[in-house]
């Protein structure tokens, strides 16, 4: 009987039913940089994540060895000079790792200053391709914006059968330009037609969208951000078009503080993301929710990647004794597999390697169409 037992206990131990050990406080901190725009362009991807960033913070605030976490967190305003200043600040405060928000115009602005101060740093927002080139210590959470073209391309070619496509895109948004125009060339060598092809980001420009013959075209891939859609989106409904938009990753996150009416517009087309709001929930991802619902933020998937960033810091810093920086960068660029929100990811040679979804959008949530690991 006693061996019986015993065996018992160790299946259920096995099985996960051991109770979470709980951390007591060693009364030490580690003060992680916190590089956010929370004023000017890019104001919604700095407020979204630094509420998923808090609210990870709120769920796990101790290390194992009870060290607690907490942030400083300086305003990038959007700029490249304000995010240099708050660079520098950081490194003269000593910091072991830095967390940014920062979008990839301005973190590739800052490179050098980077591999200077020598901080390892989590980017969640940068998507460019060069990002990880010749960056000692800046990793991808964020899949790149090649995984994106490669994904977004051969969804349309393949899983949909889509020929013809138009693309509208931003020219004074280095993120939509640069997107848009690696997807055209993509999407050509797979034999595609880009039937238009049209810079949006002036009045002229919309006007000449507008004055288009747009039933020549299956899809219209979109590489604007959520203000710009929103136009584009009038456009469509005006004309009783009765084909998709399909959006880049963050579409929805950067339009969930739009007025209700706006919101609307989005109902029913396609999006890539990180993410998906239509599968299992874990619980982690609903205490999460619940705390990103205070803010308004509970869909926003630019909080969901601040909190996986989140969690990876976690990982290094619980396996790097008194938090060496070298050791924290190298398992930042190299990491084990790491439990996020809603999946397993990890990171090879400072690039995520994780799921990416094509979602529908709808009632402001995303709905799973495709997912591509």
């Known amino acids: ?212 013959e747009k039933n020549n075209i299956d899809i219209l891939f979109n590489t604007s951000d959520a203000k710009k859609t929103v136009k584009i989106l009038k456009i469509m409904q005006t004309e009783n078009l009765t084909y998709k938009l399909l959006g880049t990753d963050g579409l929805l996150s950067s339009a969930l503080d739009m007025d209700e009416k706006s919101l609307e517009l989005f109902e029913n087309h396609y999006v890539l993301d990180h993410y998906t709001h239509s599968q299992k929930r874990s619980d982690k991802q609903k205490n999460l929710e619940k705390l990103l619902d205070k803010s308004g933020y509970k869909n926003s998937s630019y909080a969901f990647l601040a909190y996986d960033a989140y969690q990876l810091l976690l990982y290094a810093l619980n396996n790097c004794p008194e938090q060496d920086s070298i050791c924290i960068n190298s398992l930042l660029q190299n990491s084990d597999i790491v439990q996020g929100i809603s999946e397993n990811f990890s990171i090879l040679n400072s690039k995520a390697k994780r799921g990416v979804y094509i979602n529908k959008i709808k009632d402001a949530m995303l709905e799973k169409e495709v997912v591509v690991f």
Do not use: W
């Open 1 to 212: 009987m006693m061996k019986f037992f015993t065996f018992v206990c160790v299946a259920l131990l096995l099985l996960g039913c051991e109770k979470e050990r709980k951390i007591i406080s060693s009364g030490k901190t580690i003060t992680i940089g916190v590089l956010a725009p929370l004023n000017g362009e890019n104001k919604r991807l700095g407020i979204q994540s630094l509420s998923g960033l808090e609210s990870a913070n709120k769920l796990n605030t101790y290390l194992n060895n009870g060290d607690k976490i907490v942030f400083k967190v300086l305003d990038t305003q959007s700029e490249t000079n304000a995010s240099a200043q708050a660079l520098a600040e950081l490194a003269e405060l000593n910091v072991s790792s830095t967390i940014s928000f920062m979008a990839s115009q301005n973190t590739l602005a800052l490179k050098d200053d980077f591999n200077r101060y020598k901080i390892p740093t989590l980017v969640t927002l940068a998507t460019d391709n060069n990002i990880t080139i010749n960056s000692k210590y800046l990793s991808q959470v964020c899949i790149d914006n090649n995984t994106q073209v490669v994904v977004l391309s051969h969804y349309v070619k393949d899983e949909i059968l889509v020929e013809n496509i138009g693309i509208v895109y931003d020219a004074d948004n280095y993120y939509s330009q640069k997107g848009a125009s690696s997807f055209k060339k993509y999407f050509l060598e797979l034999s595609g037609k880009v039937i238009f092809y049209i810079d949006v980001s002036t009045k002229e420009g919309l006007k000449k969208f507008d004055a288009l």
